[in-house]
Structures are given as C-alpha cells and as structure tokens.
C-alpha cells in the first residue's frame, strides 16, 4: 500500500463526488495502513534491540514532554541552520492538525 499524495490544485480540480470518493476510500484504507505501520515499528524495533540498541517507548505524556523540550533546541536550531526552517517547521506543525 501506497499512500496517495496529491497538490492542492490538483485536489480543488476534483468535483465534489470525485473528492468524496477519494475521501472515502482513504477512510476504508486507514485501519490497513495503520496495522501496516504497527508491524513496521514492531519490526524496526526488534532489529534496533537486536543490535544492541536501547529501545525507550514513550506515552503520550512523555511524548508531549519530549516534544516541547525539542521545539526550545532541536527545533530551534533546524530554524536557525536550515534555509527555510521554520517556515517547514510551521508548515509540519499546521499539517498535524
């Protein structure tokens, strides 16, 4: 499975029907990609612990934790460093939501 990625321009292009149509297969599709994204992680995992990586799982409140301590200094210096870093950044965050 593929995901299907497609320009805003392209997108407003559709009529209604198309894009409801393309909306409701993605929606048919997500329980699959996601189970498919599940078996990669667990995958990657158990590669990582068997080469000897510390593997650390985190919640959501450690997520959340991490996530905000990296936006004062992994983020800021893709800002800084990267030619239209935050720009990305912000465009990265806006998509999430």
């Known amino acids: 499975m593929n995901p299907l990625i497609i320009s805003n321009g392209s997108w407003d292009s559709l009529t209604p029907e198309q894009q409801k149509m393309v909306e409701d297969v993605a929606e048919e599709l997500q329980p699959e990609a996601y189970a498919m994204a599940d078996e990669d992680e667990a995958a ?3 590669f990582l612990k ?3 990586v510390d593997v650390v799982e985190m919640d959501d409140q450690a997520f959340e934790k991490w996530q905000e301590l990296s936006k004062e200094t992994a983020w ?3 800002a800084e ?3 239209e870093g935050q720009r990305l950044l ?3 965050q806006s998509a999430g939501q």
């Open 44 to 46: 990657a995992t158990a």
């Open 50 to 52: 068997e080469a000897g």
């Open 76 to 78: 800021k210096t893709f």
């Open 81 to 83: 460093r990267v030619p």
């Open 90 to 92: 912000d465009e990265a």
